[in-house]
């Protein structure tokens, strides 16, 4: 099974700021990665999909990198809204899916 | 405008048993894969379980193959999962999903307790 390795779990920053979180497969993984953010009590939205290819409608401040086993989501310059839990996800042997542990970005 | 929309969760001992539905509306429900994901309070996200096609092909998380059942009826456009064998630690929203178009439901919070 592949494993997901999402870093760091948690990050204090503030509006402004530019923040990068990382995910590492345990095996490569192509580019079979996407990024999501939820908000408490709402279902996961999709900001990156194919590692680096912007959902429609999500901001240009956000981007992502990476392939094989290195992965990596920047938002460029925060906003208030931004500040949410991060997931990777990676879809390699889809039907079976493995999620990051998960990211909480905290206002400072 | 795609929907997915969960039912079916509540309070149940442990040991116990349950289904959840998803309904869905929107797009060709035979023709696509389906998934359910779950999320234990305050912590991370977790596949459960996934449908390909009509169903005749369906795939597990460890911690949940022999007790959770994945299924689908084509004619009402309708997703399920049925739980047995509960534990605590089944204690999570459900959230009925096709992750690769970024299609969610809104979720369905089980909890497992005497």
């Known amino acids: 099974d592949i494993q997901m390795t999402q870093s760091p779990s948690s990050l204090s920053a503030s509006v402004g700021d530019r923040v990068t979180i990382t995910c590492r497969a345990s095996?490569?993984?192509?580019?079979?990665l996407g990024w999501y953010q939820q908000k408490p009590g709402k279902a996961p939205k999709r900001l990156i999909y194919?590692?680096?290819r912007l959902q429609s409608g999500v901001p240009s401040r956000f981007s992502g990198s990476g392939s094989g086993t290195e992965f990596t989501l920047t938002i460029s310059s925060l906003q208030p809204e931004d500040f949410a839990t991060y997931y990777c996800?990676?879809?390699?042997?889809?039907?079976?899916?493995?999620f990051g542990q998960g990211t909480r970005l905290e206002i400072k | 405008e795609v929907q997915l929309l969960e039912s079916g969760g509540g309070l149940v001992q442990p040991g116990g048993s349950l289904r959840l539905s998803c309904a869905a509306s929107?797009?060709?429900?035979?023709?696509?894969?389906m998934s359910w994901v779950r999320q234990p309070p305050g912590k991370g996200l977790e596949w459960v379980s996934s449908?390909?096609?009509?169903?005749?092909?369906?795939y597990y998380a460890d911690s949940v193959k022999g007790r959770f059942t994945i299924s689908r009826d084509i004619s009402k456009n309708t997703l399920y999962l049925q739980l047995k064998s509960l534990r605590a630690e089944d204690t999570a929203v459900y959230y009925c999903?096709?992750?690769?178009?970024?299609?969610w439901g809104q979720g369905t919070l089980v909890t497992v307790s005497s």
């Open positions: 194919a590692a680096s």
């Open positions: 996800l990676e879809h390699n042997s889809y039907p079976r899916i493995t």
């Open positions: 095996q490569g993984i192509r580019n079979d």
């Open positions: 449908i390909i096609g009509s169903g005749d092909t369906t």
């Open positions: 999903a096709k992750p690769a178009d970024d299609y």
């Open positions: 929107g797009f060709t429900f035979s023709s696509h894969s």
